[in-house]
T-cell receptor, first 112, second 112 residues
Framework: GEDVEQSLFLSVREGDSSVINCTYT??????LYWYKQEPGAGLQLLTY?????DMKQDQRLTVLLNKKDKHLSLRIADTQTGDSAIYFC????????????FGTGTRLQVFP | EAGVAQSPRYKIIEKRQSVAFWCNPI?????LYWYQQILGQGPKLLIQ????????DSQLPKDRFSAERLKGVDSTLKIQPAKLEDSAVYLC??????????FGQGTRLTVV
């Protein structure tokens, strides 16, 4: 079955690193994504990783993929108050439809 | 380039009334998605179009929801009649290759 799970909340101090975790079930997913949603806004694609990669780095963002454990993480270095938002991981199903299955989202709160 | 446009931004209706949402995808994007995001949950795919054909509508409540994408560009999503549990944000997204989906700001529907 298709299921993507995330922890609900994460609170970090400004300047620290944040790590948001996600587990998924479809081992044949082609891509895995991280989206950011600010209050009242749509989803903003932050980054994605191809399933044959272990790691992808993009400025302050580092994505780690453990295919064996079906575990995806997003590390945000030097977290800022502007990073406060809900972060969704999503998997692209193996079917041809390119359907995205989203997790429940992790609310990141950054305090000074 | 212009992003995905959706209207209206907000809609309040009484139960059993009808409502329609409109989406204009990014130019050249063949794939268009409608997602439903209930408060506190991740987005759930309702329907996916490839050009003007339906690729996946397995989670669309077809007794009350309908969607069309005439000429393979703009799309409308309709609910008739609405129920209280339809209160949610309806997100439209489009993609060119399937690897990256870009989301609109969404339409927040409140059914009272």
């Amino acid at each position: 079955g298709e299921d993507v799970e995330q922890s609900l909340f994460l609170s970090v101090r400004e300047g620290d690193s944040s790590v948001i975790n996600c587990t998924y079930t479809d081992s044949s997913s082609t891509y895995l994504y991280w989206y950011k949603q600010e209050p009242g806004a749509g989803l903003q694609l932050l980054t994605y990783i191809f399933s044959n990669m272990d790691m992808k780095q993009d400025q302050r963002l580092t994505v780690l993929l453990n295919k064996k454990d079906k575990h995806l993480s997003l590390r945000i270095a030097d977290t800022q108050t502007g990073d406060s938002a809900i972060y969704f991981c999503a998997e692209n199903t193996a079917e041809d439809t390119d359907k995205l299955i989203f997790g429940t989202g992790t609310r990141l709160q950054v305090f000074p | 380039e212009a992003g995905v446009a959706q209207s209206p931004r907000y809609k309040i209706i009484e139960k059993r009334q009808s409502v329609a949402f409109w989406c204009n995808p990014i130019s050249g994007h063949a794939t268009l998605y409608w997602y439903q995001q209930i408060l506190g949950q991740g987005p759930k795919l309702l329907i996916q179009f490839q050009n003007n054909g339906v690729v996946d509508d397995s989670q669309l409540p077809k007794d009350r929801f309908s969607a069309e994408r005439l000429k393979g560009v703009d799309s409308t999503l309709k609910i008739q009649p609405a129920k209280l549990e339809d209160s949610a944000v309806y997100l439209c997204a489009s993609s060119f290759s399937g690897a990256e989906a870009f989301f609109g700001q969404g339409t927040r529907l409140t059914v009272v």
